[in-house]
């Protein structure tokens, strides 16, 4: 159910890190010489940011460069927002703005698919559209026009197929996002739209973090820091709120294990798993190692792997 999921963060699937050196954190110890041999000049230590650029669960990220994008200035970018849960939404919102064409960067239009919204939400939209005339266009995808969805009835009446369905215009590149994403990298969109220029893929997915599916794929790479919840409890549970402990560089707790799953437990219903992954993300922001999450180029289809397949689980069936 959407109203249940964590809030997530967006990075961009096309991004390439370069890979760290081979590991050399500390140098082996010397070999004594014989007395008769000359003494050997004195090891210097490598500077810490060298240090730790050969750490590869503690990188040393570059910073980020400025883009031009001279290469899509001549492509229409649309970016179709799941929308609105306005406490969510607002602050997507500060990087949707940050990434119009007006303002420096790729997206010429949002359309504002409404999914689910309060009158008070609504209203707080379309307060913020007024700021971009033109460039905001609403779309009503809510259950009050359409109903809910059921098993064996017509696609073309199920809201979510129609949505896709109205993404018809020519020449265009389309770019989904949910309304609980928090965080979106510089050029994420442009990179994404990118690789889809490519045409090595019919589809390409941004680098999500505490994604279903993703989740996996950076906790096995050692991006999730080994962070524990507060040790108070409150009525048999943890309190939701309070300073989440860190008492490792790497998630190796079995609570927190994520199985290679797009509703791996872990992911699809446990708030403390989604808190662990947003610790260990705004940990390593503070000490700019988060390119860790940055996988580069990942095929989940290549193989037909069976965990990766998708079983529609949802609560909203036959409701």
Not at 2 to 18: F, G, I, P, V, Y
Not at 261 to 288: G, T
């Amino acid at each position: 159910d959407e109203d249940e999921e964590e809030e997530q963060t967006l990075t961009s699937s096309a991004q390439r890190s370069k890979p760290a050196p081979p590991s050399s954190v500390q140098a082996d110890p010397e070999i004594r010489r014989a007395a008769a041999s000359p003494a050997p000049p004195p090891r210097r230590d490598p500077p810490p940011a060298l240090a730790r650029a050969r750490d590869p669960l503690n990188p040393d990220c570059p910073p980020v460069q400025a883009d031009a994008y001279k290469d899509l200035a001549q492509d229409r970018i649309v970016v179709v927002a799941f929308v609105g849960r306005w406490d969510r939404l607002s602050i997507l919102l500060r990087y949707l703005a940050r990434d119009l064409r007006s303002n420096g960067g790729v997206v010429d239009r949002i359309i504002f698919a409404q999914w689910q919204h309060t009158k008070e939400d609504f209203k707080k939209m379309q307060q913020w559209a007024g700021n971009y005339p033109g460039v905001v266009e609403f779309r009503d995808y809510t259950t009050s026009k359409w109903g809910r969805p059921k098993v064996g009835a017509d696609p073309d009446k199920n809201r979510m197929v129609r949505l896709y369905k109205d993404l018809t215009e020519a020449h265009t590149y389309y770019v989904k996002i949910d309304d609980d994403v928090v965080y979106l990298a510089p050029h994420a969109i442009a990179n994404v739209v990118r690789e889809r220029k490519r045409g090595r893929c019919l589809f390409v997915s941004g680098n999500v973090v505490n994604h279903a599916i993703m989740s996996s794929v950076h906790q096995d790479s050692g991006a999730h820091r080994g962070f524990g919840p507060p040790r108070r409890l409150e009525g048999g549970q943890r309190r939701r709120l309070g300073n989440w402990v860190k008492h490792g560089e790497v998630n190796i707790h079995q609570e927190f294990a994520i199985k290679r799953h797009p509703a791996s437990e872990c992911v699809a219903n446990r708030w403390d798993c989604a808190a662990l992954v947003h610790e260990s993300f705004l940990d390593r922001m503070s000490d700019n190692t988060s390119c860790i999450f940055n996988f580069g180029w990942f095929d989940f289809n290549r193989m037909g792997y069976r965990e990766h397949s998708y079983t529609h689980g949802s609560p909203e069936v036959n409701k």
